[in-house]
Structure formats: structure tokens, C-alpha cells
């Protein structure tokens, strides 16, 4: 079998690699039996480029599990930071791998690891990819829902900004703050840029306010086109107060916070209620138990 030679690649903005190495081209290409050979001969699984990313970045950013798996059962640091920030769980949520996640997960990485001004957190970037399976992992392995990035503020604002409405649903219904803000922008301002209708309801129904100004004194409407169905949306919604069975779900929920799907699951009242209370079904009014 041919060893690849280290080369010079290039990746994005991220400029000129001059020191990758063949442990790096097999992660990257997941070329897992040349993988397993160089590690084998002795090749050092954390040797790092001069942006110190390890061949298991490389194949976490590729998401190449096989590889993944190699690279730790021979040692490799789990939780290693570029000189972004950027971790190896980090790229494997960007690149929406469920797999890759849960190996790192199970070798002990941080799924809260401490932000920097140049990198998002494992949530964060899960939330931008738009996998909803890996924001569930995360979010069922811990990760923190206000987590705030300098550039997108919480989880849900890049997923509102992004477009990814079952990443949305996911974060509300696990308890996030619907009126978070970033420089007083909430969630709701960024669904109303991207001009989803369906995003724009869920984020009422869980309780976000029509009429929350940002630093620039704009209300979500006023980034809508008037005459727009995001437009006619809002502007029920601000002409149009919520229910009072409505308003009792979201002071519910809002009480418990991230702890309120799991008791709600325990209390014991009927089960028409209990799916109100989660959401489970998006009607205006109760219905009959079947």
C-alpha cells in the first residue's frame, strides 16, 4: 500500500497547511486501513499543523467515524483546540455526525468547552449545520442552552438566523429562553429576516414577544415585507392576544425551564393535557381524549 507524503493543502480562510502529515491525509480522506498502518508503525496520533489541528479534527470534520475510532483507541486527546477553539466535537457537529459525536462523547470530550471570540460551541455549531439528531445528543448529553457566542449569541438565535426550524422546535421544547437577547435582537427578529412563517408561529406558541424592540428600536415586523405572509403573520399576532390556555402552557413551561419536558412527563393529569403542555400537538384548542 502507497503511504501518502505530507503536501501543502489548503482549506477555506484558514490559509496554507505546511506541516500536515500522511496521518493527517488518511483521517481527512478516511482512509482507515492506512490509518491503522501508520499508527502501527509509530506515527504520533497528535501531531499537529501549525493551526495545531490533529488528524482527528481532520477526520471529524470529514466525519469519518472508522477513523475517529482509530485515532482514539490510540490515544488521540479528545478535547484539543485549534488556534480557534475549535474541538474535535466542535467539527463533528459542524459536520453533522452523529456517529463521530458519540465516540468523542464516549471518550470523555466536553460538550461545554469554553468559548473563545473565534469559535461557536458544539451546540452552536450542530444548530448551524441543522442536524436535529446531533442537537438532541447534545442537548441530552448536557450541553448548556444559553450558551452565548460573541457573534450569534445562543443556540437558538443561529438556528432562527439559519433557517432550521426542527432545530428550533428541539431547543424550545428542551427549554431554551424564546426571548433571549443579543443587543436586545431576539429570535424572533431573525425569523422574521429569513421570512419563515412556520418558524415565526412556533416561536409565538412558546411565547415570544411581537413586540420586542432590538438596539435599533425595530420590531420583528419591521424586518418583514409588508404585504409578505411573514408580515400578515406577525402582525395577527400583535393585533390578535394570545389565549388565556395559551398564556397558561408558556407560564407552565417557562417556570420549569429545562427541567419542564421531563416533569411534565411525570405529572399526572390526562393525556390531552400532557401533550398541550408538550407540544406534541400544535392546536389552538383541547380536544376530547380518543
Known amino acids: 500500500m502507497e503511504v501518502t507524503a505530507a503536501r501543502r493543502s489548503f482549506l477555506c ?6 506541516d500536515r502529515t500522511a496521518l ?5 480522506h478516511g482512509r482507515a ?20 489541528i490533529t488528524p482527528l479534527h481532520d ?3 470529514k466525519a469519518h467515524p472508522s477513523c475517529v475510532r482509530l485515532l482514539l483507541e490510540a490515544g488521540a486527546q479528545v478535547d484539543v483546540r485549534t488556534i480557534h477553539g475549535s474541538t474535535p466535537l466542535c467539527n463533528a457537529c459542524a459536520a453533522g455526525s452523529l456517529e463521530c459525536a458519540k465516540l468523542l462523547l464516549d471518550y470523555g470530550a466536553k460538550v461545554n ?3 473563545t471570540a473565534l469559535t461557536a460551541s458544539p451546540l452552536h455549531e450542530a444548530c448551524i449545520q441543522g442536524s436535529v439528531e446531533v442537537v438532541k445528543l447534545m442537548i441530552a448529553s448536557g450541553a448548556q442552552l444559553e450558551a452565548y457566542d460573541v457573534h450569534f449569541g ?5 438556528a432562527c438566523a439559519k433557517g432550521k426550524v426542527d432545530c428550533v422546535r428541539e431547543l424550545l421544547t428542551s427549554g431554551a429562553n424564546v426571548n433571549s437577547v443579543k443587543f436586545h435582537e431576539t429570535a424572533l427578529h ?8 412556520d418558524m415565526i408561529m412556533l416561536l409565538v406558541e412558546f411565547g415570544a414577544n411581537v413586540y420586542a424592540s432590538d438596539n435599533l428600536g425595530q420590531k420583528p415586523i419591521h424586518y418583514t415585507t409588508p404585504g409578505s405572509p411573514s408580515y400578515t403573520c406577525i402582525s395577527f399576532y400583535e393585533s390578535n392576544p394570545l389565549s388565556l390556555q395559551q398564556l397558561c402552557r408558556i407560564t407552565v413551561r417557562r417556570t420549569l425551564g429545562t427541567r419542564a419536558r421531563e416533569v411534565i412527563g411525570q405529572l399526572n393529569i390526562s393525556r390531552r393535557i400532557h401533550r398541550y403542555l408538550q407540544y406534541c400537538d400544535h392546536a389552538t384548542s383541547l380536544q376530547s381524549d380518543s
Open 190 to 197: 431573525h425569523a422574521a429576516r429569513v421570512h419563515m412563517v
Open 154 to 158: 445562543p443556540p437558538l438565535h443561529i
Open 24 to 28: 493527517h491525509e488518511a483521517a481527512s
Open 113 to 115: 468547552p469554553s468559548l
Open 59 to 61: 477526520a471529524c470534520m
Open 33 to 52: 486501513l492506512q490509518l491503522k498502518q501508520l499508527i502501527e508503525s509509530g506515527a504520533f496520533v497528535n501531531t499537529v499543523t501549525v493551526d495545531n
Open 13 to 18: 480562510d484558514i490559509g496554507f497547511w505546511a
